[in-house]
């Protein structure tokens, strides 16, 4: 839970469209809500940032305490997170920057923040230097108009089929560069973060379809009962693959990275083909269903 200072300045912050006084007054605010790395519950924490192109750098500062702040040790753990700022507000990937570019990006903080630096000379541990990116893949264009639950679940499929592009794009340039793996600063944890959002995404997807979509489907089908046994034994196949990856992630960074490239070799194989087979036999029992669906009529 917030402070009660904490909570008054997030509230300070929504009514007055991002502004707030006291000791932020005239300073760039942002408040980040991350995921609770052992609760799941969201967590929103007033921090300051600072602006490097598109993204926006935040700083695991604690006070030049001795510990990381709740905050960064949530966003390894759920690397989406929401970020509100000024009237704006929407979903970011949390990427800790490494090696070079850290000292790069953190350097760039000092000069716009000296605080920081003041900061880092009290403690022992590194200030974490947190750069906050748009969430959505490279090249997602965003969704087109969404009338059906047909375009919806279409949707859902795109975003992920694009998130994975992405790891492995991502992958394959980073084992192809020249020397040995690991000589790209800010790589690895770049591979990492974007992993894991893209398999948590697409176990809440399945955990969906596997709670409300498909026996929704099935009450109105009851001659598709092998359908969705097939699409039941798919997911139970994708979800090995992705607890594997998810093992892979489970430190910093990706310590064996010849596996986590055949993993999500298996995991593109496997994920594509299913949203294939998916669409071919749902997407035409779903275009009459209307999205967002309506809800119960008011009370008279």
């Known amino acids: 839970m917030p402070t009660s200072f904490h909570q008054s300045v997030i509230d300070e912050f ?35 940032y600072v602006r490097h192109g598109d993204s926006l750098i935040v700083v695991g500062s604690n006070l030049g305490g001795p510990r990381h702040p709740g905050w960064y040790h949530n966003l390894l753990a759920h690397p ?17 920057a490494e090696g070079a570019r850290r000292e790069e990006l953190f350097a760039h903080v000092v000069r716009a923040s000296p605080g920081y630096g003041d900061y880092q000379a009290r403690t022992g541990r590194q200030l974490p230097v947190v750069v906050l990116e748009r969430a959505e893949p490279e090249g997602w264009e965003g969704p087109r108009e ?43 944890l770049q591979i990492r973060q974007r992993c894991l959002a893209f398999c948590q995404a697409l176990e809440f997807h399945h955990e969906s379809e596997d709670g409300h979509l498909f026996p929704g489907i099935a009450r109105h089908h009851p001659h598709l009962s092998g359908v969705f046994d097939r699409l039941a034994d798919e997911h139970r196949a994708i979800a090995r693959v992705r607890g594997e990856l998810a093992a892979l992630l489970a430190g910093i960074a990706v310590a064996e990275p010849d ?9 593109s194989a496997r994920l594509n083909a299913h949203l294939d087979y998916e669409e071919e036999v749902l997407l035409p029992l779903l275009t ?13």
């Open 14 to 48: 929504r009514a007055n469209e991002g502004k707030v006084g006291g000791p932020f007054e005239g300073g760039d605010l942002l408040l980040l809500t991350t995921t609770g790395a052992r609760s799941g519950a969201a967590r929103t924490t007033p921090l300051g």
């Open 80 to 96: 989406v997170v929401r970020v509100e700022v000024g009237t704006s507000s929407f979903e970011a990937l949390a990427v800790p």
């Open 146 to 188: 969404v009338r059906t639950l047909a375009d919806k679940l279409l949707e859902v499929h795109t975003w992920l089929r694009a998130q994975l592009r992405q790891v492995r794009a991502e992958a394959e340039a980073h084992f192809a560069a020249p020397g040995a793996v690991g000589t790209q600063p800010g790589l690895g």
């Open 259 to 267: 596996r986590f490239r055949a993993e999500a070799e298996e995991m």
């Open 288 to 300: 009459d269903v209307p999205w967002p669906p309506a809800g119960p009529p008011a009370a008279s």
